[in-house]
């Protein structure tokens, strides 16, 4: 059974950078589509980033497009997500997904593997 855990969050100030992790284990995600969701206080789940297992395709949501870069590195078993001119509504937490599928448009509904999450906050 694969197992995502995510680290890297944290408190910033509005403008700062911040780099999310994401490393599975038991298993290989090489196959996987692997990305972020986020969910913001009294809010839905919404897409943030991801990637193909080629590597070939990115995807992102439009309200991070330009400011976030996603990757991923096949050796490590492991995905990131560099976060750079943080605003303060990009504050939620941010939990890494895998599944065989891609997002959709700018959607994005994983079914395959989850991690706990972990929070980032941005002060303005």
């Known amino acids: 059974q694969v197992q995502l855990v995510e680290s890297g969050g944290g408190l910033v100030q509005a403008g700062d950078s911040l780099t999310l992790s994401c490393a599975a284990s038991g298993g290989s995600v090489s196959t996987y589509f692997l990305g972020w969701i986020r969910q913001a206080p009294g809010k839905e789940r919404e897409f943030v980033a991801a990637i193909s297992w080629s590597y070939r395709e990115t995807y992102y949501a439009g309200s991070v497009k330009g400011r976030f870069t996603v990757s991923r590195d096949h050796r490590k078993n492991a995905v990131y997500l560099q976060m750079n001119n943080l605003k303060p509504e990009d504050t939620a937490v941010y939990y890494c997904?895998?599944?065989?599928?891609?997002?959709?448009?700018?959607?994005?509904?994983?079914?395959?593997?989850w991690g706990q999450g972990t929070q980032v906050t941005v002060s303005s």
């Open positions: 997904a895998a599944d065989k599928r891609g997002p959709h448009g700018d959607s994005w509904y994983p079914r395959g593997y």
